[in-house]
């Protein structure tokens, strides 16, 4: 077996790794529009960061209730919910690191451009996964300038809960979600483990490459 291809299905598990994380992101978002929360009093900035992720789990559930629209339609509107709602520019700068400054600006925005689509198009395909589940809010606190975690878990009917943390940025009517942390696992921490070692070899046109794979197959 050739190295390149070894390096590729080596780049395939921990996308599989990735998409996993992905999908759970996508199910705690949906059950946040469906499941009041218990929520105890914390700093206003928190409490807007709540409010936030509230909003926009009924934005979702909106979208999956709308009457006579397409499939197609519907995938686009969700793609439209995450690039609003997530702070891509951060996520997708941080996951590459240092490559990111030695890429061009044509590769930087080409870099962008599909990682918005590679993202939210997973997003897209697992909201229709919903089964009901429920979610709690279990609190909320500064962390920083501009920052708050909202922390919560979603309970099944088998099987402990699975705790969530969203990492938000912003002010009260301008919050972006900056991470989203499933048992522990990070959303940018994994991506950037994900394509950590094609960037070593071929560069941020390596990843683009990938991801565009991965969009055709995902």
């Known amino acids: 077996m050739s190295t390149n291809v070894m390096r590729f299905r080596g780049w395939q598990r921990a996308a599989y790794g990735g998409l996993w994380l992905c999908r759970c992101v996508a199910l705690v978002i949906l059950v946040a529009a469906v499941s009041p929360g218990a929520f105890a009093a914390e700093p206003q900035g928190a409490g807007d960061a709540k409010s936030f992720i509230d909003g926009l789990g009924a934005e979702v559930l909106n979208i999956i209730k709308a009457p006579n629209v397409s499939e197609q339609d519907r995938k686009q509107k969700f793609r439209q919910l995450f690039n609003e ?16 400054n030695r890429a061009s600006t044509d590769e930087q925005n ?99 490459a990938r991801m565009q794979t991965a969009l055709k197959n995902a």
């Not at 709602?85 to 990111?100: A, E, K, L, Q, S």
Request: charged share 25%.
């Open 110 to 208: 080409q870099y962008l451009d599909v990682f918005r689509n590679y993202v939210a198009a997973i997003y897209a395909a697992q909201f229709a996964n919903y089964q009901g589940e429920r979610f709690q809010t279990t609190g909320a606190r500064p962390v920083g300038e501009g920052e708050s975690l909202v922390k919560s878990e979603i309970e099944r009917d088998s099987g402990p809960p699975i705790a969530v943390e969203f990492r938000v940025k912003g002010t009260s009517g301008s919050w972006k979600i900056v991470d989203v942390t499933v048992e522990g696992v990070s959303l940018v921490v994994t991506k950037r483990d994900e394509f950590s070692s094609v960037l070593a070899q071929e560069g941020i046109k390596g990843v683009v």
């Open 85 to 100: 709602h997530f702070d891509v520019p951060t996520i997708g700068r941080f996951v590459i690191g240092r490559y990111w």
